[in-house]
């Protein structure tokens, strides 16, 4: 397996590339935002102004009010008022035997 760009993926068989491409499963939210090197777009948290907007703990790190990070491959959080928010993505496969 090899990777042409953030949502194209191929295969060898056969001395042949078979190549396809990455399905975003439906968003339900106004806002959202494609992770760097990702190809499917996640929800993006509304950050809401605070006076005093208090940070995450979150993996043994502090993070602030408003930073995103990556949780796992499939797992994007956000830190909103002291309370990571994460969620989870999946992309479709167009494939009988998908590979991670």
């Not at 968003?27 to 990702?38: H, S, T």
């Not at 995450?56 to 499939?74: L, P, V």
């Amino acid at each position: 397996m090899f990777r042409m760009d953030n949502c194209r993926f191929c295969r060898c068989q056969g001395g042949v590339s078979i190549c396809f491409t990455a399905q975003c499963g439906e968003l339900n939210c106004e806002r959202y935002y494609v992770p760097e090197g990702e190809c499917c777009p996640v929800c993006e948290d509304p950050i809401y102004p605070y006076n005093n907007p208090a940070g995450c703990y979150a993996n043994g790190q502090i993070r602030a009010h408003g930073d995103r990070w990556r949780e796992d491959d499939c797992t994007f959080c956000q830190c909103i008022n002291g309370e990571p928010h994460c969620v989870a993505t999946a992309c479709g496969q167009s494939c009988m035997h998908p590979v991670k």
